[in-house]
T-cell receptor, first 114, second 112 residues
Framework: EAGVTQSPTHLIKTRGQQATLRCSPI?????VYWYQQALGLGLQFLLW???????NRGNFPPRFSGRQFPNYSSELNVNALELEDSALYLC?????????????FGEGSWLTVV | SQQGEEDPQALSIQEGENATMNCSYK?????LQWYRQNSGRGLVHLIL?????REKHSGRLRVTLDTSKKSSSLLITASRAADTASYFC????????????FGQGTRLTINP
């Protein structure tokens, strides 16, 4: 069974541009999470989607947005890129809205803003 | 501030020794999960322990949870070079929307 898959693996963008990152959850998982991990730092919660709805949002500006599609895949959009947006973006998925389920992570997408 | 705080921030031991990492948190939780991250890669799930559990084992891993002290520990026995990685605890909160709140992690180095 495939795990959480993310694309692209690496992405280089120029300041001011937009970046789109994609995530496919484990089959059967309806919840998708996005986290940002800047170099050498911990994971910061970005967004949580479940059944196509945004359920929770971390402390990030509105230029960070996303959506979840009917097949439960998700994309993260970052507009007006800034240098400090350079980070590893991790997607994770889990079963249902019920808390207490194991949350599985993908390998991440490295975003570099130059 | 982060909900989970790992201690120590870095740990270096010899291969074969046991490694213990601690995690403290602030608010009530319904579960706590430990993850491993190799440099620059995604997180690998290790163990989930629920708030009504006190100890859990998986292979060479042993996790304890003390909800009265709001702390957890991860013990890796008979460490191997391949265990070199960063280890994170993440708490699943009771209050508020479901999400995992991560600490800054413990960087574990196993010396051959």
């Amino acid at each position: 069974e495939a795990g959480v898959t993310q694309s692209p693996t690496h992405l280089i963008k120029t300041r001011g541009q937009q970046a789109t990152l994609r995530c496919s959850p484990i089959s059967g998982h309806t919840s998708v999470y996005w986290y940002q991990q800047a170099l050498g730092l911990g994971l910061q919660f970005l967004l949580w989607y479940d059944e196509g709805e945004e359920r929770n949002r971390g402390n990030f500006p509105p230029r960070f947005s996303g959506r979840q599609f009917p097949n439960y895949s998700s994309e993260l959009n970052v507009n007006a890129l800034e240098l400090e947006d350079s980070a590893l973006y991790l997607c994770a998925s889990t079963l249902t809205l019920v808390s207490g389920n194991t949350i599985y992570f993908g390998e991440g997408s490295w975003l570099t803003v130059v | 501030s982060q909900q989970g705080e790992e201690d120590p921030q870095a740990l270096s031991i010899q291969e074969g020794e046991n490694a213990t990492m601690n995690c403290s948190y602030k608010t009530s939780i319904n579960n706590l999960q430990w993850y491993r991250q190799n440099s620059g890669r995604g997180l690998v799930h290790l163990i989930l322990i629920r708030s009504n559990e006190r100890e859990k084992h998986s292979g060479r891993l042993r996790v304890t949870l003390d909800t009265s002290k709001k702390s957890s520990s991860l013990l890796i026995t008979a460490s191997r070079a391949a265990d070199t990685a960063s280890y994170f605890c993440a708490t699943g909160l009771i209050q508020g929307a479901q999400k995992l709140v991560f600490g800054q992690g413990t960087r574990l180095t196993i010396n051959p």
